[in-house]
């Protein structure tokens, strides 16, 4: 069982949007750890989303936006493409285990 | 740009050691944190543990007992070693830049390491 909880899959029809959430604890995200978020393609190599909640790397669509509030962070994604297709995954550090965490990963369907 | 890229055996038996090397390009190894995380078949994310040049390795707690990091500036390259490897131990390895409490960027491709007699 992932430390952080990530629904198992989310869908959305081409255009529209979805929300991906991750919800953590008083050790991790309850502690200000930051969330980062990752795509990960079929086929391919995990690809960093999000990081420090809120922030995208260069080359990543302002389609992809996040938030966090107390031990919760989300994860939006609008104006959905096939492409879109994939697992996401939230990350924090854990006081508690003094470590990094994930979620167990979120199936996007478009 | 900066690469990284595994190497290392495909299949280990049961109770025997993995030994995994990431090979870093386009950045000096001293300069950064560099971790593994591997991803089991069907299953999520594992942080396995993360390496400095100057500073003690921090390991996840539930392979603590099994594991050892190390970093190597004269090649470029940091390496994984785990112990007394199961079935379960079977997935793909990443190596990866960045340390426990900050984003993992960039990813190597993956190596697939199958625990199997």
């Known amino acids: 069982q992932s430390v952080l909880t990530q629904p198992p899959s989310v869908s959305g029809a081409p255009g529209q949007g979805v929300t991906i959430s991750c919800t953590g604890s008083?050790?991790?995200?309850?502690?200000?750890?930051?969330v980062h978020w990752y795509q990960h393609l079929p086929g391919s190599v995990p690809k960093l989303l999000i990081f420090n909640n809120i922030n995208r790397p260069s080359g990543v669509p302002d389609r992809f936006s996040a938030s966090k509030s107390g031990t919760a962070a989300s994860l939006v994604i609008t104006g959905l493409q096939p492409e879109d297709e994939a697992d996401y995954f939230c990350?924090?550090?854990?006081?508690?285990?003094?470590?990094?965490?994930f979620g167990g990963g979120t199936k996007l369907t478009v | 740009q900066v690469q990284l890229q595994e190497s290392g055996p495909g299949q280990v038996k049961p109770s025997e050691t993995l030994s995994l090397t990431c090979t870093v390009s386009g950045a000096s190894i001293g300069t950064y944190y560099w971790s593994w995380i591997r991803q089991a078949p069907g299953e999520g994310l594992e942080w396995i543990g993360t390496s400095h040049s100057t500073e003690s390795a921090n390991y996840n707690v539930s392979l603590k007992s099994r594991v050892i990091m190390s970093v190597d500036t004269s090649n470029n390259q940091f390496s994984l070693k785990m112990t007394s490897l199961t079935t379960a131990d079977t997935a793909v390895y990443y190596c990866?830049?960045?340390?426990?409490?900050?984003?993992?960027?960039?990813w190597g491709q993956g190596t697939l390491v199958t625990v199997s007699s």
């Open positions: 990866v830049r960045g340390g426990q409490r900050s984003w993992f960027d960039p």
């Open positions: 008083r050790s991790n995200l309850g502690a200000n750890s930051d």
């Open positions: 990350q924090s550090y854990d006081t508690g285990l003094s470590g990094s965490v």
